[in-house]
Each structure stands twice: as C-alpha cells, then as structure tokens.
C-alpha cells in the first residue's frame, strides 16, 4: 500500500520530525515526491532570487552603474528583468509568442539603465510610490510599448503594475453581427469593454448570456442576433471537423465608368468550402 504521508527532508524544515500528508510535496513529471515539502521549496525559490538580485547589484554597485541610493530600485528591477525573461522562455500565457532580447537579468538592467534613462528615471519614481504605499498594484514593471512586439531595446517602457494590468485589459478587439441571417457587419473596437456597452446601446443582449471571445464560432445572443467575437491576435482554435460551409459567390460584371451601372453579366461562380473555426 502506498504511504499516505513523509517526512521533509530539508534540514531548515519548520515542520521536520512531523509526518506530512503527501499533499504537502510536489511531484516530479514521473510520479516521485519531492524529497523536501511545498513550504520549503518555496522558500528555496524564493532565496534563489534574492541571491540572484544580491549578486547583480554587488555587480552593479562595483561598476558604478547605480549608486547605494538606487540599490532598490535595482532590486525590484532585476525582479522584473529575470520575470520577463522566464516568461518567454517558457512561453508562460500571453508571452507564447514573445520574445525577449536578453537571455540574463543584468545584462537587461545595464542596457535599461544606461541606455533608456527615462525608463530608469520612470522606474526610480515608481518604485519610490510602491516603497512608500507597499501596496502590489503600484509595482513598477517593465511594459512592452506595442504589446505585439517583443522585449527589446525599443518597445520597453515603465508601468505600475496597476496600468499594466489596465492596458492589458484594453485589448482592441472586433465582431461580425449577424441578424436574422443577415451579415450586418464587422466592427472594431478598442476593448472588450467599448464592445459591450456599444453592443448593449444598440439593443444587442451580449449581457445576457455567457460570451467568449476565439471561439471561432458563431453564438446566438438573443434578439436575432448571432455574434463571432475575436479579440486582436486571439488564437482560435483548430477544429478537425467542418463547422460551417462557406459560400463564395464570384461575379464577373460589365459596368458602365459613367453611371455604375451593371451592363452585362459575363459569369457567375459559386464556391463552396466546407470550414472549422473561424477568424475574421
Ligand atoms: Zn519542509
């Protein structure tokens, strides 16, 4: 029978001596615990870091890069630089596609530091605010300029955690209205929520039922209305099989420069094509 609980083996354990459910270790991708408990490998991480930070600003104190009076802004700044460089490297959530140009923290924090002084200044007022205030969504953290681009040189910028979050929030997005049938149009807006309230003006229930955004598919809101949203760059997922049939009707015409009007009809065509999800 398997044991239902261990011992930590971390020496610094506050816990050692205690027999702890296996809840309390982290597994390994092939099944085996963790030979020390959460709490402790957490605190391993979490020392990780701060050596890390201690050894980048001993680094850059000796360069004379940053003064003693900057030594938390530093600190905070390397969190940041070390953060956004795990995160693509790992292709953790938003940052799938993203890339960041430096590969170690302190070779980030140096190009910030002497080469985007505003950045630098940004950081130092920002950081004063969070020191002050300690509260987390005044957090700086290091912003990307077009939230397209990658981590370089030129599309970084200073932003408290608390705008950071807020433009993330305000992602342009767009949808095809479609009522009773009949496409009405594809409409862009500038967030998520400009696409609410506008939709909501107009007598479209979007509130009224659950809506997602990259489905691919179209969804029924009430009203008449069916509705595809998509938020900019939104993955839509693959779909095996076919959900919709796309009808293309092709026109060949003859029109008269002057008046617009159609003279003669040369052809007609139809396509039809048998599609999964949906981008427009
Ligand atoms: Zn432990």
Redesign the pocket.
């Known amino acids: 029978m398997e044991n239902e609980s261990k011992i ?3 020496v ?5 001596d205690q027999l ?1 459910p296996l809840t ?1 270790f982290y597994q390994y991708p092939n099944g085996e615990y963790y030979s ?6 957490s ?1 391993q991480v979490q020392e990780n870091k701060e050596m890390g930070a201690i050894k980048a600003i001993e680094k850059l104190l000796e360069l004379e890069i940053i003064k003693n009076s900057e030594v938390s802004s530093a600190r905070t700044l390397f969190i940041s630089c070390q953060s956004r460089i795990n995160a693509c490297r790992y292709n953790i959530g938003i940052y799938k596609d993203i890339e960041c140009h430096w590969e170690s923290p302190l070779a980030f924090m140096i190009d910030i530091i002497q080469k985007l002084p505003t950045v630098w200044h940004d950081w130092k007022i920002q950081n004063a605010i969070y020191e002050e205030t300690k509260h987390d969504s005044d957090r700086p953290t290091i912003d990307r300029i077009d939230e397209f681009g990658d981590y370089s040189l030129s599309n970084i910028q200073t932003l408290s955690k608390h705008d950071n979050s807020k433009k993330a929030r305000s992602k342009p997005c767009r949808v095809m209205i479609i009522k009773d049938l009949k496409i009405q149009g594809v409409f862009e807006f500038g967030s998520k929520k400009d696409l609410f309230s506008d939709l909501i003006k107009v007598g479209i229930p979007i509130n009224a039922t659950q809506i997602k955004f990259d489905t691919g598919v179209f969804q029924e809101v009430g009203n008449g209305y069916t509705l595809l949203l998509q938020s900019k760059n939104g993955e839509v997922p693959t779909a095996d099989e076919a959900l919709y049939k796309v009808v293309i009707n092709h026109r060949r015409e003859l029109i008269d420069e002057d008046t617009g009007q159609v003279i003669k009809l040369l052809g007609h065509w139809q396509y039809e094509l048998n599609a999964g999800a949906l981008r427009i």
């Open positions: 930590c083996r971390n610094e354990c506050d816990r050692k702890l309390e020390e408990c959460k709490r402790c490998h605190r």
